[in-house]
């Protein structure tokens, strides 16, 4: 026996990109390496004053100038001023990555030259191999949402995930209506413990993103096993990206000679302390933001016979990061990583629109996608939204050209409809 749950109806796009674009004012389009440049250098202003209040801050720890009840109140003073440090320098830093990501997307300047030599600069810094990741990003913005050629948070099928094939006398494919005994069978196979979705999902957030580098970890499942960012003869790339990636395998040795001199003349501690913890941050927040944009079950995923570029881009949500912490944590969160969590939907309709203009461009679009019905805000971005949509996207159907995620019962919260393009004027329907 099964019981009918409540779905929300998606009414799938049929949107053109002129129609997207053409809302937008010029003026957005433009970009300028000084303006940029300048936000560039206030978020490495913000790290480094962040460094210099935490050393002071150590200093002041001692029996000398602070009293303390207990000898191992200073230890954990000490822990809690470089850990505020780690986070709010990983937060800020983060807003670095989303510069360099800018920069691939040819947005920091009117200067491809410009552009490549500060994103590669960035990015290298910060662990990311530039022009391998670049590719492999453009990819994923023509084809977002596309199950098969889409490049990364592509969702397991029903198949991938080892669960028993659509059964239509116990189950809606649609994900409507589910039998007592699938839903347990689901369950079985597919339920988390609340510590079991917290560690899955946490465990993700940290080791996500060099995992994907590294072994495509999240990405696109037709790409054979071994496939990574590093090398150039990677199915991921054209035969003519093989110097931009060894360009960019150059960056990561070079950054890894930089951290090994670092421990060398520092200490293992000392760099641990001043870069590790807020590059570890950074991998969390990158992880987190992007899973978060692409990842709800409020979200369609197509395949080829519906995908068309606007639906894609629009497969997409706004989330105010760390606005589930209240509103002054949720402009903080906005301003240190430029908006990028915020205005999304507009990065995926024209991703050459630098952050600075994304706000005014993105408030002109929604005008149009209002009307529509599309949802386009989500949850705030942090922990808890994390939890959620972990636990409630499991898997799709290996049938169905617009497919929307399951949960661990086998129920989905969305269904697609399409717009009547078959009604007359007088509203009555005509055969073609």
């Given at each position: 026996?099964?019981?009918?749950?409540?779905?929300?109806?998606?009414?799938?796009?049929?949107?053109?990109?002129?129609?997207?674009?053409?809302?937008?004012?010029?003026?957005?389009?433009?970009?300028?390496?000084?303006?940029?440049?300048?936000?560039?250098?206030?978020?490495?202003?913000?790290?480094?004053?962040?460094?210099?209040?935490?050393?002071?801050?150590?200093?002041?720890?001692?029996?000398?100038?602070?009293?303390?009840?207990?000898?191992?109140?200073?230890?954990?003073?000490?822990?809690?001023?470089?850990?505020?440090?780690?986070?709010?320098?990983?937060?800020?830093?983060?807003?670095?990555?989303?510069?360099?990501?800018?920069?691939?997307?040819?947005?920091?300047?009117?200067?491809?030259?410009?552009?490549?030599?500060?994103?590669?600069?960035?990015?290298?810094?910060?662990?990311?191999?530039?022009?391998?990741?670049?590719?492999?990003?453009?990819?994923?913005?023509?084809?977002?949402?596309?199950?098969?050629?889409?490049?990364?948070?592509?969702?397991?099928?029903?198949?991938?995930?080892?669960?028993?094939?659509?059964?239509?006398?116990?189950?809606?494919?649609?994900?409507?209506?589910?039998?007592?005994?699938?839903?347990?069978?689901?369950?079985?196979?597919?339920?988390?413990?609340?510590?079991?979705?917290?560690?899955?999902?946490?465990?993700?957030?940290?080791?996500?993103?060099?995992?994907?580098?590294?072994?495509?970890?999240?990405?696109?499942?037709?790409?054979?096993?071994?496939?990574?960012?590093?090398?150039?003869?990677?199915?991921?790339?054209?035969?003519?990206?093989?110097?931009?990636?060894?360009?960019?395998?150059?960056?990561?040795?070079?950054?890894?000679?930089?951290?090994?001199?670092?421990?060398?003349?520092?200490?293992?501690?000392?760099?641990?302390?001043?870069?590790g913890v807020p590059y570890l941050w950074v991998n969390h927040w990158l992880v987190l933001i992007t899973f978060l944009q692409h990842t709800d079950p409020l979200l369609p995923h197509y395949r080829a016979n519906e995908f068309t570029f606007p639906r894609g881009a629009l497969s997409t949500l706004d989330r105010n990061l760390l606005?589930?912490?209240?509103?002054?944590?949720?402009?903080?969160?906005?301003?240190?990583?430029?908006?990028?969590?915020?205005?999304?939907?507009?990065?995926?309709?024209?991703?050459?629109?630098?952050?600075?203009?994304?706000?005014?461009?993105?408030?002109?679009?929604?005008?149009?996608?209002?009307?529509?019905?599309?949802?386009?805000?989500?949850?705030?971005?942090?922990?808890?939204?994390?939890?959620?949509?972990?636990?409630?996207?499991?898997?799709?159907?290996?049938?169905?050209?617009?497919?929307?995620?399951?949960?661990?019962?086998?129920?989905?919260?969305?269904?697609?409809?399409?717009?009547?393009?078959?009604?007359?004027?007088?509203?009555?329907?005509?055969?073609?």
């Amino acid at each position: 026996m099964s019981t009918k749950h409540e779905q929300g109806v998606y009414v799938v796009p049929d949107l053109t990109v002129k129609d997207l674009l053409e809302v937008i004012p010029a003026h957005c389009h433009k970009r300028s390496a000084v303006k940029s440049s300048m936000y560039m250098f206030w978020n490495m202003f913000v790290i480094v004053a962040f460094y210099k209040v935490a050393t002071y801050a150590d200093a002041l720890v001692d029996p000398q100038t602070l009293s303390l009840p207990h000898v191992a109140l200073y230890s954990f003073a000490r822990f809690s001023v470089w850990a505020l440090y780690g986070f709010w320098a990983g937060l800020f830093a983060t807003g670095l990555w989303v510069v360099a990501h800018e920069a691939g997307h040819q947005a920091f300047s009117e200067s491809k030259m410009i552009n490549n030599t500060v994103g590669w600069i960035l990015h290298s810094a910060l662990g990311v191999p530039y022009h391998s990741w670049r590719i492999t990003h453009a990819k994923h913005h023509a084809s977002t949402g596309h199950m098969t050629q889409d490049q990364v948070f592509v969702p397991p099928t029903r198949s991938q995930r080892g669960l028993k094939p659509f059964d239509p006398k116990r189950e809606d494919l649609l994900g409507s209506s589910v039998s007592e005994e699938v839903k347990k069978e689901f369950y079985e196979a597919l339920g988390d413990s609340p510590l079991g979705a917290t560690l899955g999902f946490m465990s993700y957030l940290i080791a996500g993103w060099p995992l994907y580098l590294i072994l495509n970890a999240s990405g696109q499942r037709r790409y054979p096993k071994g496939s990574n960012h590093f090398n150039p003869s990677s199915p991921m790339f054209a035969p003519h990206h093989r110097g931009q990636v060894i360009i960019s395998d150059i960056g990561i040795f070079l950054w890894i000679a930089a951290l090994a001199a670092a421990i060398y003349t520092y200490g293992f501690s000392t760099v641990s302390v001043v870069y590790g913890v807020p590059y570890l941050w950074v991998n969390h927040w990158l992880v987190l933001i992007t899973f978060l944009q692409h990842t709800d079950p409020l979200l369609p995923h197509y395949r080829a016979n519906e995908f068309t570029f606007p639906r894609g881009a629009l497969s997409t949500l706004d989330r105010n990061l760390l606005g589930d912490l209240g509103p002054i944590m949720g402009w903080i969160g906005a301003h240190a990583t430029l908006g990028i969590s915020e205005t999304h939907i507009l990065h995926h309709v024209c991703s050459k629109i630098p952050h600075y203009n994304a706000w005014e461009a993105s408030a002109a679009l929604r005008k149009v996608l209002v009307p529509t019905g599309i949802r386009l805000d989500g949850a705030p971005g942090g922990w808890a939204e994390m939890y959620r949509v972990y636990k409630e996207c499991k898997f799709v159907e290996d049938e169905g050209d617009v497919v929307f995620y399951k949960n661990a019962y086998g129920l989905a919260q969305m269904r697609p409809v399409f717009n009547d393009t078959t009604a007359s004027d007088s509203g009555i329907e005509v055969d073609k």
